[in-house]
Nanobody, 118 residues
Framework: QVQLVESGGGLVQPGGSLRLSCKGS????????LSWWRQELGKEREWVANISNVDDGTNYANSVKGRFTISRDDAENTLYLQMNSLKLEDTAVYYC???????????WGQGTQVTVSS
């Protein structure tokens, strides 16, 4: 059974940093592209960042570009999101996703809450 478990969320002041992790089990991360998404209360889930399993190429939403860094450790089956210069509007539940592009094969984690507040 495939499981993705996020961790590292919490309460942080504006301008602060957090590092999220997503640990996979029952899945070989090296076969999947990986991404982070987030969902604010009452809003649709939005994409944050991708990382390829082919060349580790990355893409970011404009709202986080230059502040967030996505990375992966396939040997540890772990995905990371380093979040710096956090803003109030970064408050959301953050989800990781493992997927095969242009297919219906994907898996989601259960989410971890990030709250940015003074």
């Amino acid at each position: 059974q495939v499981q993705l478990v996020e961790s590292g969320g919490g309460l942080v002041q504006p301008g602060g940093s957090l590092r999220l992790s997503c640990k996979g089990s029952g899945i070989t991360f090296g076969r999947y592209a990986l991404s982070w998404w987030r969902q604010e209360l009452g809003k649709e889930r939005e994409w944050v960042a991708n990382i390829s399993n082919v060349d580790d190429g990355t893409n970011y939403a404009n709202s986080v570009k230059g502040r967030f860094t996505i990375s992966r450790d396939d040997a540890e089956n772990t995905l990371y999101l380093q979040m710096n210069s956090l803003k109030l509007e970064d408050t959301a539940v953050y989800y990781c996703k493992a997927f095969i592009p242009r297919s219906d094969n994907d898996y989601w984690g259960q989410g971890t809450q990030v709250t940015v507040s003074s």
